[in-house]
């Protein structure tokens, strides 16, 4: 399994950036997906899920309100739209793939992660 996310960068605090994350390698269509986060000097944390099918989503409370996250199964892509960016928001984003249809079963296929970065 490959994960390829994409989209990171600088941005303001309050504005928006969607990251992308392509995976091959098996069935896409099959298995829930996630994005996670880390800090310099934090530990990787948890920022959403979604289910194989896209109809259960889940988000941490520090993004609730202010990410999306989205997949299109037609595309082998899940989306992470974020919007009203805070400083703390700055980590490097990481994808990652289900070890099956829901989140509960836990991830085991990683992306190497896109750079985030919000300024004031």
């Known amino acids: 399994v490959q994960l390829q996310a994409s989209g990171g960068g600088l941005v303001q605090a309050g504005g928006s950036l969607r990251l992308s994350c392509a995976a091959s390698?098996?069935?896409?269509?099959?298995?829930?997906m996630g994005w996670f986060r880390q800090a310099p000097g934090k530990e990787r944390e948890f920022v959403a899920t979604?289910?194989?099918?896209?109809?259960?989503?889940d988000y941490a409370d520090s993004v609730k309100g202010r990410f999306t996250i989205s997949r299109d199964n037609a595309k082998n892509t899940v989306y992470l739209q974020m919007n009203r960016l805070k400083l703390e928001d700055t980590a490097v984003y990481y994808c990652?793939?289900?070890?099956?249809?829901?989140?509960?079963?836990?991830?085991?296929?990683w992306g190497k992660g896109t750079q985030v970065t919000v300024s004031s």
């Open positions: 990652a793939q289900g070890r099956g249809s829901y989140p509960s079963l836990g991830m085991d296929y």
């Open positions: 979604i289910s194989f099918s896209g109809r259960s989503t």
């Open positions: 390698g098996r069935t896409f269509s099959s298995y829930a």
